[in-house]
């Protein structure tokens, strides 16, 4: 068993409150967060040996890339800034992938809920200022809609699994609502991709589930009144999406861009965050937004970033849950619904990554960390009763 020195009480509760911070307050993930780092350096060297894994090796494999392509960097200066930047990321995932194997089954839980609690608190407050028209598209304080919604989209992986047909009506309309809300929040952040992938998470999630057809309509309409309610209060923004369908929002120019330097850093890259360096003078005046700042899709920004081999290991770091996953969804144990949402998660947040970026994010990326962290969990559970039974 993997032990924590102190009261497991209190990095719960800093999980817990990690959690509903993601999106809530970005310095309230930073103190939360970083106290449970800091709780996690403080514990015995024995333990944190046992909690680490193949899922940490792997983990460490990419830091030990992205140091690399600082050191290596066209701009040094401009790519140290990832050194502090992603220090809650690379640190947090540790922290994380460690208590939540110290856990027992009801914090563990409750944690899991907490997540899928705090994404429908996101969204109502996101869907407040939408329908005030405080903003154009749904978002919080503390993010921008691209952030607001693959957020959203993580938060329904797991919200879908937390449905159990053997539970009471009460506990099913509660899952229906929590589901419904979210989707609604994914719509009216506007992002058409997002959109696209949470309908199609929700269509997989009724297949392979069978859900049953009246649950599954009963959420499309809730999620449908929702929608038409705030697109009636806040209608400037829908029409111009409506109008313009193949918008491209600068990714044309970003990829013709990404086109003409593809070749000129290939193995290690030109260094993390330096976009606005890298980016042909050439086609900048041809950008409606000149704050632009990334690549716009997560897959070209590693291999600009950190070239060939931060790519090769950034596609294993992504595509490893999943191929580790097969030989336990095959059983039956008793998180197996957790994995799954976990995984419905993160590969929510792989296609989102296609028209955005989440690994330099402050949050996502933690988020990302968070979800990686419950896939070597549930390994290390699946493992350890396949060793109690032999």
Do not use: C
């Amino acid at each position: 068993m993997i032990k924590s020195r102190f009261n497991t009480e209190i990095p719960l509760y800093l999980t817990i409150a990690t959690v509903f911070s993601f999106l809530l307050s970005l310095f309230l993930l930073q103190i939360f967060a970083g106290l449970l780092v800091i709780l996690y350096l403080f514990e015995k060297f024995e333990d944190k040996k046992k909690g680490f894994d193949f899922f940490g090796l792997a983990f460490l494999v990419f830091i030990i890339v992205r140091i690399i392509s600082i050191i290596f960097s066209e701009f040094p200066s401009v790519s140290a800034e990832s050194i502090y930047k992603d220090m809650l990321f690379y640190l947090g995932f540790y922290a994380l992938n460690f208590y939540l194997k110290v856990f027992d089954e009801k914090k563990y839980t409750i944690i899991i809920n907490s997540f899928a609690a705090a994404a429908v608190l996101i969204t109502l407050i996101g869907a407040i200022r939408f329908n005030l028209g405080a903003v154009e598209r749904a978002q919080t304080f503390s993010s921008g809609y691209t952030t607001f919604s693959a957020y959203l989209l993580t938060g329904l992986g797991v919200q879908l699994f937390l449905f159990d047909d053997t539970k009471s009506k009460r506990s099913i309309l509660i899952w229906m609502a929590g589901t419904a809300v979210i989707l609604y929040g994914i719509i009216i952040s506007l992002g058409r991709t997002n959109i696209a992938i949470a309908g199609l998470m929700f269509l997989i999630f009724i297949i392979i589930r069978k859900l049953k057809i009246r649950y599954a309509v009963i959420v499309i309409l809730l999620t449908a009144v929702l929608s038409v309610i705030s697109f009636s209060a806040n209608t400037l923004l829908v029409s111009q999406r409506i109008g313009t369908p193949l918008q491209l929002s600068d990714r044309d120019i970003i990829y013709k861009g990404a086109k003409e330097i593809l070749f000129d850093h290939p193995l290690l890259g030109f260094g993390p965050r330096t976009f606005p360096q890298i980016f042909p003078d050439s086609l900048k005046s041809q950008l409606s937004d000149t704050g632009i700042g990334s690549w716009h899709n997560d897959f070209l920004q590693i291999y600009f970033e950190s070239g060939l081999l931060g790519e090769i290991i950034f596609l294993i770091l992504l595509t490893m849950p999943f191929i580790i996953s097969i030989k336990y969804l095959r059983k039956d144990y008793i998180n197996k619904n957790i994995l799954l949402g976990a995984l419905f998660s993160i590969g929510g947040l792989i296609l989102s990554a296609v028209t955005s970026v989440f690994i330099n994010s402050p949050v996502l990326s933690v988020v990302f960390a968070f979800l990686f962290a419950i896939v070597a969990r549930e390994n290390k559970i699946f493992n350890s009763l396949k060793k109690s039974t032999v």
